[in-house]
């Protein structure tokens, strides 16, 4: 059994939280002390059913003004699968929060309220998954109940959409028409919707392949921490742990150490108390080599015979995520897995109109700005591409005076 | 790519091993908060395939209500002599001893609430700028919206508002002085998820998770041990029923279950088919709807 985690984007007027309860109850995920915590509580449905969105929001604020401001993880699993949701708000004020849970996401649902269709809303979280590069997109047309489970409706929606999706090159995208409120096409196929032919929501996320998920194949391991027992039966004992984010390692591999590209021979990896013949993307490891390295935290250790890209000037998408903006002129640091280097914004290439994807030239990046900038690091980065690698292909910036993370930005391309 | 077969468990222990190292790497004074529960016993596993052959680069560090169930004591020392780690324990009879907190009165008072001002006069005393924690975000829905590493004030408070936007695998572990950071590797583990991998990695855990006779009084239509600790009077009937705890904490609020499961598969298939969430067995969580927001934000774990 394995992990899908998704997340949904959409307004809490679009049903989304209402969806991510209904998949709860119709899975029988909620518990008998929590059912009667929301049974309890004061907020109800017009028609005087519970109100499963409560089920969702969690903090005092978010009841009181019927709103999700945090991202909320949900955990539920099937027979088939475990799932975690990432529940994000919708609404632009809260962009920065919606990046946050789509970053660990496999897969988006999108939710659009059929009687509004297509709304500039819905561009700009479509706009968010292309930019995060989340393979799998459902998108869910709710509140079919409203427009009499029309065929007609759902078709037009998608339709367009199809365009949408293409511009924004989301490749894998699947169109299911529910009601979050009535519960069709959620859990259960529904039998108001007789023209529907496809797969249930739940059904799907059952179903859909994220075996590779990241397709490269390059072994990377950042170095998090260097084991030196020093004690008498283990003194020359070094192992170098971390977690493989890509490709894998194999004993006798030969490796480069960057940034200082010192070259060795893996002698050994180890994993508490087995030893391991492989360590592959995903796996928390301790690697041997056979030669003395100068190693710590901050280093990576690749395959001599893929190296990844090396420089002090990159070019990355930006998520402006601080109420402060962007300021040209200081230093920040930026975080680039276990490395902590100095950083600057060298240039504004361009800012995106998230609304419309417009791209306009731009000399202020403030809260929830997104754009393509020049990223200019105090110490060689060794990096790969966004679309090859999520994990080796960000960063985050970090605001010295504040120590606030401040930034998201995705590798897309070597600065001249 | 590879051909090893990484199940859910294996991905959830390499992200909390993931977790881990950053603290090491990223704190000068980190600490693990250990309670003798089960999550935070699943922690020193995982520290120790995280770190192992090496030290641990914390240490335990246990807030003792001294309202224990006497099998979690004589299990957490077997487990440090054994481990060969440092214990740092925060006594919160100290705290009332010294004033500095006053005991609850009534019949359901406890000591719960008291271990927050422990806690922050513990992390003050030792300096310590990272406290790792056995916070799951299926817990409770103010845990669900919590940050792996989720930032304090010089007050330990929690701003729900003002949280760090948390990207991928990125921990930023930055902080002003006088803050620290609490931080929780098994945020993404359920307590499904808790006992497989128990059973699994065959963990040892204190005797009271599994079904054993005890003398219980009914509260509030929960199972509490009948113990020194819970204020009795007339009214309450002691009976004894054959019980197991789902949860750990202090005596006085961790409520009972009547159960006949005495090995981990049968608690694995009780979970199952559970339809009361294991918070539910905890009378600190019943007062209100946002009980667990206001003791966040207070500095509770």
Known sequence: ?416 | MSKYNFDYLDELEAEAIHILREVAGQFEKPALLFSGGKDSITLVRLAEKAFRPGKFPFPLVHIDTGHNFEETIDYRDSMVARLGERLIVGSVQQSIDEGKVVEQKGKNASRNALQTVTLLETIEKYQFDACIGGARRDEEKARAKERIFSVRDEFGQWDPKRQRPELWNIYNGKINKGENVRVFPISNWTELDVWNYIRREKIELPSIYFAHDRDVITRNGQLMAASPYVNMDDEDVVERKKVRFRTVGDISCTAAIESDAFLIDDIISEISQSKISERGARMDDKVSEAAMEDRKKGGYF
């Not at chain 1, 090396?310 to 995520?321: Q, T």
């Open chain 1, 1 to 416: 059994m394995n992990i899908l985690k998704f997340f949904t984007a959409g307004s809490v007027d679009d049903g989304k939280s209402t969806l991510i309860g209904r998949l709860l109850y119709d899975t029988d995920s909620i518990l008998a002390d929590q059912l009667e915590a929301i049974q309890n509580a004061n907020r109800k449905n017009d028609d005087g059913t519970v109100d499963l969105a409560i089920l969702t929001d969690g903090l005092r604020a978010e009841r009181e003004q019927g709103i999700t401001i945090d991202v909320a993880y949900k955990y539920f699993q099937t027979d088939k699968r475990k799932f975690i949701i990432a529940d994000t708000p919708g609404h632009i004020q809260y962009t920065r929060n919606m990046v946050t849970g789509a970053s660990t996401a496999n897969l988006a649902i999108i939710l659009v309220d059929a009687r509004n269709g297509i709304i500039e809303q819905t561009i700009r979280h479509s706009y968010l998954v292309s930019l995060l590069g989340i393979k799998h997109v459902v998108l869910a047309v709710n509140k079919m109940d409203m427009v009499d489970y029309s065929e007609t409706v759902f078709d037009a929606i998608t339709q367009k959409y199809k365009t949408l999706a293409e511009e924004l090159k989301l490749k894998d995208v699947t169109y299911i028409p529910v009601s979050a409120l009535k519960g069709d096409n959620i859990v259960h196929q529904s039998e108001r919707m007789t023209w529907y032919t496809g797969e249930s929501l739940l059904h799907f996320l059952e179903q859909v392949d994220t075996a590779v998920e990241d397709k490269s194949e390059k072994a990377r391991m950042p170095v998090q921490w260097v084991i030196r027992p020093q004690t008498d039966e283990l003194h020359d004992y070094r192992g170098y742990s971390g977690r493989v984010v890509s490709g894998s390692f194999k004993v006798n591999d030969k490796i480069t150490v960057l940034p200082s590209g010192a070259s060795s021979t893996i002698s050994k990896i180890e994993f508490f108390d087995k030893e391991l013949e492989e360590a592959s993307s995903g796996q928390s490891v301790t690697i041997h080599l056979a030669t003395d390295v100068d190693i710590s935290r901050g280093d990576t250790i690749v395959n001599s015979s893929a190296l990844p890209q090396e420089s002090k000037l990159v070019e990355a998408d930006l998520c402006w995520m601080d109420t402060k903006a962007l300021d040209t002129s200081i230093t920040y640091l930026l975080q680039h897995n276990s490395k902590l280097t100095k950083c600057k914004i060298a240039e504004v290439v361009y800012k995106v109109d998230i609304n419309t994807l417009e791209k306009h030239a731009a000399d202020e990046f403030k809260l929830n700005d997104i754009g393509r900038v020049v990223l200019k690091t105090a110490d060689y980065l060794p990096f790969d591409f966004y679309d090859e690698s999520k994990a080796n292909g960000s960063a985050i910036l970090i605001d010295s005076r504040t120590n606030l993370t401040v930034g998201a930005t995705m590798f897309r391309a070597l600065a001249d």
